[in-house]
């Protein structure tokens, strides 16, 4: 069983990606979406949710999607045309850094994605090649709610704590019109669904060869979370425009 397809099962129940309750999603594009007919790119787009849900409640919306797994890609052209936004919806099969356009995007999202890029920083630096003057930019990322342990940061990577994170946003050129720091509730309900969608797919298939790797796979992944994690790590969304020269 390859990375993938833990992926796809472990989220199964959990099409976000990252910890974010539908409540806290529909929040943020409505934040980041005023007029309804933009043009949004999504760098690192997986399985395309945020894109799915922005299409279905704006039908004046076009969007792109960019993501290095050709599985991703395949279910949320499936998971598009299920909701008849097919038409409005163009996929590309490439390393997010790598992507080109010759029309700019009224918004960006890079959720839960800025690894691909080597941390916040550097995934702005790319969402803002692709921004259009006024534009608007979702970003999602890591910080620390409390000092990590090095074994903590071995685990995931190096992040900063929220403050440092918001100056350094600031820092690059960025103002914030909205944010959402995830609850305690949101991180742990996507913990406990993506461990338990794959230790309930490994139970439901015990004849299939993969079945003990995706349930000792479960297992030490709840142990990290708990044991190493889970009383340190936060995760922050960002609605950001550019800032002005001269402000």
Same mark, same amino acid.
């Given at each position: 069983?390859?990375?993938?397809?833990?992926?796809?099962?472990?989220?199964?129940?959990?099409?976000?990606?990252?910890?974010?309750?539908?409540?806290?999603?529909?929040?943020?594009?409505?934040?980041?979406?005023?007029?309804?007919?933009?043009?949004?790119?999504?760098?690192?787009?997986?399985? +395309?949710?945020? *894109?799915?849900?922005?299409?279905? &409640? $704006?039908?004046? /919306?076009?969007?792109? =999607?960019?993501? #290095?797994?050709? @599985?991703?890609?395949?279910?949320?052209?499936?998971?598009?045309?299920?909701?008849?936004?097919?038409?409005?919806?163009?996929?590309?099969?490439?390393?997010?850094?790598?992507?080109?356009?010759?029309?700019?995007?009224?918004?960006?999202?890079?959720?839960?994605?800025?690894?691909?890029? +080597?941390?916040? *920083?550097?995934?702005?630096?790319? &969402? $803002?090649?692709? /921004?259009?003057?006024? =534009?608007?930019? #979702?970003?999602? @990322?890591?910080?620390?709610?409390?000092?990590?342990?090095?074994?903590?940061?071995?685990?995931?990577?190096?992040?900063?704590?929220?403050?440092?994170?918001?100056?350094?946003?600031?820092?690059?050129?960025?103002?914030?019109?909205?944010?959402?720091?995830?609850?305690?509730?949101?991180?742990?309900?996507?913990?406990?669904?993506?461990?338990?969608?794959?230790?309930?797919?490994?139970?439901?298939?015990?004849?299939?060869?993969?079945?003990?790797?995706?349930?000792?796979?479960?297992?030490?992944?709840?142990?990290?979370?708990?044991?190493?994690?889970?009383?340190?790590?936060?995760?922050?969304?960002?609605?950001?425009?550019?800032?002005?020269?001269?402000?």
């Amino acid at each position: 069983m390859n990375r993938e397809q833990i992926s796809r099962i472990a989220h199964a129940g959990h099409p976000i990606k990252s910890p974010l309750d539908d409540a806290s999603v529909h929040q943020l594009l409505e934040c980041a979406l005023p007029r309804g007919d933009e043009r949004v790119l999504d760098l690192g787009c997986g399985g +395309g949710e945020w *894109l799915l849900r922005a299409l279905e &409640a $704006r039908p004046g /919306l076009r969007a792109e =999607g960019v993501d #290095v797994s050709e @599985d991703a890609l395949t279910q949320a052209r499936e998971a598009a045309r299920e909701r008849g936004i097919e038409e409005r919806l163009t996929l590309h099969h490439r390393p997010a850094a790598e992507f080109a356009s010759a029309e700019p995007f009224d918004l960006v999202l890079s959720v839960g994605a800025a690894h691909a890029f +080597g941390g916040l *920083l550097p995934t702005l630096a790319a &969402a $803002r090649k692709h /921004l259009a003057p006024d =534009g608007r930019v #979702v970003i999602g @990322d890591g910080f620390w709610e409390r000092t990590p342990s090095q074994e903590t940061i071995d685990m995931l990577r190096d992040f900063a704590d929220l403050a440092t994170t918001m100056d350094r946003v600031a820092a690059d050129g960025w103002t914030p019109v909205h944010g959402h720091i995830s609850s305690r509730q949101e991180l742990d309900a996507y913990e406990w669904a993506c461990w338990g969608s794959l230790a309930a797919w490994a139970l439901d298939h015990p004849a299939d060869p993969d079945s003990t790797q995706a349930l000792t796979t479960a297992a030490t992944r709840r142990s990290e979370w708990l044991r190493v994690y889970r009383d340190t790590w936060g995760f922050l969304t960002l609605v950001l425009r550019p800032t002005p020269d001269g402000l």
